[in-house]
């Protein structure tokens, strides 16, 4: 809904246009979610690739094998809109193809991070740290469409992100552990940064950035 108001001086705004213009600023100034994808790539060099396989027509789609470790490579860039203080998830966008069989897939994502314009410490790319999305899957639909995020407790902190920071990513299938139950490969898509946005940005492209929410 638009907001009322009065271009010439008139009549005050009646109780409903009021309480409509609040909820109108609320909703537009709330925070909500917002998402950077990246398809993985493979690198030159890459130990443990997935496949370049038929995914379904003439497309084709990374395949990671259900009895080894397959991996691949990904980067994404912490939006400028990003609200400060709030943590980031990571989601997983793949499908069985044309499998209809069940079971557990293992995923693992391996990752570094660091803040932009030279910073000293917190600009310094640290030991990597390895987190599990171990998505089960009993419908058995071939071709289905899934998203699966990491668990809330390994959400990164929004205490240690900030704007136009860059995380460097391995994701792979751990097919050959015991959790991994699926019996068949499955094509990884793409991955998903998940951020809240306050929906006014920042007021620079460098530091100093704000701390605290500016909405």
Same mark, same amino acid.
């Given at each position: $809904?638009?907001? +009322?108001?009065?271009? +010439?001086k008139g009549?005050?705004?009646?109780? *409903?246009?009021l309480?409509?213009n609040?909820?109108?600023l ?5 925070l909500?979610?917002?998402? =950077?994808g /990246?398809?993985p790539s ?6 443990n690739?997935? !496949?370049?396989a038929?995914f379904?027509g003439?497309?084709n *789609?990374w395949?990671?094998?259900? %009895?080894?470790m397959? !991996? ?6 912490l939006?400028f809109?990003?609200?400060?203080g %709030?943590?980031l =998830?990571?989601?997983i966008?793949? /499908? ?6 069940t079971? %557990? =897939?293992?995923?693992?994502l !391996?990752f570094t991070? &660091? ?8 600009? +310094?790319?640290?030991a990597?740290?390895?987190?599990y ?6 419908t ?5 469409h899934?998203?699966n995020?990491n668990?809330p ?5 929004g205490?240690? &992100?900030?704007?136009n $920071?860059?995380f460097?990513?391995?994701i792979?299938?751990?097919g050959g ?30 530091p100093p950035f704000?701390t605290?929410p500016?909405?």
């Amino acid at each position: $809904m638009p907001i +009322v108001y009065r271009n +010439v001086k008139g009549s005050a705004l009646t109780y *409903a246009e009021l309480d409509g213009n609040f909820s109108t600023l609320a909703g537009r100034t709330d925070l909500a979610w917002a998402q =950077v994808g /990246s398809e993985p790539s493979i690198e030159s060099g890459t130990g443990n690739p997935p !496949e370049l396989a038929p995914f379904i027509g003439g497309i084709n *789609a990374w395949s990671y094998s259900a %009895t080894s470790m397959t !991996e691949a490579f990904s980067t994404s860039d912490l939006p400028f809109d990003w609200c400060p203080g %709030t943590d980031l =998830v990571y989601g997983i966008h793949w /499908s069985p193809g044309n499998s209809t069989s069940t079971g %557990t =897939v293992r995923f693992g994502l !391996e990752f570094t991070y &660091a803040w932009a314009y030279g910073q000293g410490a917190a600009s +310094v790319f640290p030991a990597t740290t390895t987190i599990y999305v171990e998505p089960t899957i009993s419908t058995g639909v071939a071709y289905e469409h899934y998203l699966n995020f990491n668990a809330p407790a390994n959400n990164f902190p929004g205490s240690l &992100a900030q704007q136009n $920071m860059r995380f460097l990513v391995r994701i792979f299938r751990d097919g050959g552990h015991p959790n991994d139950t699926f019996p068949d490969p499955v094509f990884i898509l793409a991955t998903d940064l998940f951020y809240q946005t306050d929906r006014f940005g920042v007021p620079n492209k460098s530091p100093p950035f704000p701390t605290t929410p500016i909405s």
